[in-house]
């Protein structure tokens, strides 16, 4: 398997994939032509010692890729929309994120913890004191997972969101097939699988459970301050998610962890259709152009140092 971990997202009709120093987006134009948008990755993530440290990294990449697929959105709305139809400007699209994100928190962190806490009165009084810490979360958990999956579901029958979910499976096998090492055309890629161990769609999954496991140890704390450490307490999640992620992904031929990523997988089924010919073209466009990007900058000689004046 190649070293290089290669990687990114579904946009609106296409694909970003990012390397370790540029990001590639491809777009099918109405025309039927494929569009690509090049953006070299800057930055202290990528230029600083300490933001790759271990739990540092988790938030800060996180951060990172939130930037990069928002204007990568926004390249894809401007190529793919057809000329007739009003585009979204940048703030349009800024402050759908930024309410989406709020959103997010809200439906999937505050909420289940307001539904916990305001049940923990009757819990504790149903259960023995070590049970009903234990009780309160599992509660919680399954709220947020429940929430969580059937979103996802529910999103999945809207026809628009259909092509990007596809767009994701084929990001998947371009990645997949450019890791085992096969050709990068359609005919070798359309085989290979629509899941990922470093999916996003994982992530989320591993979210769920390190903030079970985190939030396990608060036990029950009263209601506001229950909601409050959900919400102060979503970056620690992610950067242990992010790590775990990384573990798993780093040893994914391990039996045991293939058998823990299982359920991840089985999640990507909810966020992934099979995709046409047409559009894994697309994400190969975005995963060729990265490679040959990154290995033209590679090639080139490092820039001479003049001695010093003596």
């Known amino acids: ?57 988790g938030p800060l990449n996180l951060w990172d890729t939130l930037l990069l697929g928002i204007r990568a959105l926004l390249f894809s ?43 923990d009165p009757f819990i504790r009084s149903s259960f023995e004191a070590n049970m009903s810490s234990l009780v309160s ?53 359309k085989k290979y699988s629509t899941s990922h161990p470093r999916c996003g769609t994982s992530f989320l999954l591993v979210v769920v459970v ?30 242990i998610a992010y790590e775990l992620i990384r573990v798993g992904a780093a040893h994914q031929r391990n039996r045991l962890v293939r058998l823990l990523l299982l359920p991840g997988l089985a999640m990507q089924s909810l966020t992934t259709r099979e995709p046409d010919e047409h559009q894994i073209e697309v994400a190969l466009a975005a995963l060729k152009s990265v490679i040959a990007q990154e290995q033209a900058i590679a090639a080139e000689p490092a820039p001479s140092i003049a001695p010093a004046p003596g």
């Open 210 to 239: 390190v903030s079970f496991v985190l939030f396990l140890l608060l036990g029950q704390p009263p209601l506001v301050e229950r909601i409050v450490s959900r919400i102060v307490l979503i970056p620690i999640v992610a950067a």
């Open 77 to 119: 709305a401007n190529i793919a929309i057809d000329e007739e139809e009003e585009k979204p400007t940048s703030g349009v699209i800024w402050g759908t994120m930024a309410l989406s994100l709020a959103m997010a928190v809200g439906v999937f962190f505050v909420l289940p913890a307001l539904v916990a806490g305001t049940l």
């Open 137 to 189: 979360n599992f509660l919680e958990k399954a709220l947020r997972l429940g929430l969580l999956i059937g979103y996802i579901y529910g999103i999945g029958f809207m026809p628009d969101i259909r092509r990007v979910f596809a767009y994701h499976g084929a990001e998947h096998k371009a990645v997949n097939a450019f890791e085992a090492g096969a050709p990068l055309e359609v005919a070798h890629v």
């Open 1 to 57: 398997m190649n070293e290089v971990r290669y990687g990114g997202q579904a946009i609106i009709e296409g694909v970003m994939m990012r390397g370790g120093r540029v990001v590639v987006s491809a777009v099918r134009s109405p025309s039927g032509h494929i569009v690509t948008q090049t953006e070299h990755l800057r930055g202290l993530v990528y230029e600083k010692a300490w933001a790759r440290w271990p739990i540092v990294r």
